[in-house]
């Protein structure tokens, strides 16, 4: 058995139920996960649930568990909010290393003062199985 100190999810569970996730947005699944984009926002929730809120971190940990999905959570600072730039990585998109995503510098005031902390979470999903994808035809230069 998988003890827990103040009913915070053991490293055990917490992969138990990533598995779950990773099952689900498997792309040669054919069952009714296809456009299911609620499954996307419940493993946001699940990623701020997870993500300690006593003290300010440093940096963001990673916690997908899977190929399909790269998500990344944290308790940070403002001043570690504002302007963070998110790169691609060998578990990313690609291997390039140009900037993937970028905050805005001033997305959340400047508290330098103050040791209130915010959580962020981001997620990379490398399988449109939970999301609706468009039929449009793609306009070509013909």
């Known amino acids: 058995a998988t003890e827990t100190v103040g009913g915070a999810l053991s490293a055990e569970q917490k992969t138990a139920v990533h598995s779950v ?10 069952d009714s996960t296809v456009s299911r984009s609620a499954l996307a926002q419940l493993l946001a929730e699940f990623h701020f649930a997870i993500t300690p809120a006593s003290a300010c971190e440093l940096t ?39 900037p993937y995503f970028k905050l805005p510098s001033k997305l959340l005031p400047d508290t330098s003062n103050s040791s209130s902390c915010q959580k962020v979470q981001f997620s990379v999903f490398k399988s449109s199985q939970w ?3 468009s039929t449009l035809d793609v306009l070509t230069d013909t």
């Open 21 to 30: 996730y990773c099952s689900l947005i498997q792309p040669a699944r054919a």
């Open 60 to 98: 963001d940990q990673q916690h997908s568990a899977c190929p399909e999905i790269v998500s990344r959570a944290a308790n940070l600072h403002p001043r570690n909010i504002n302007g963070k730039v998110y790169l691609n990585t060998a578990a990313d998109l690609s291997s390039n290393r140009e």
């Open 131 to 133: 999301f609706e994808v």
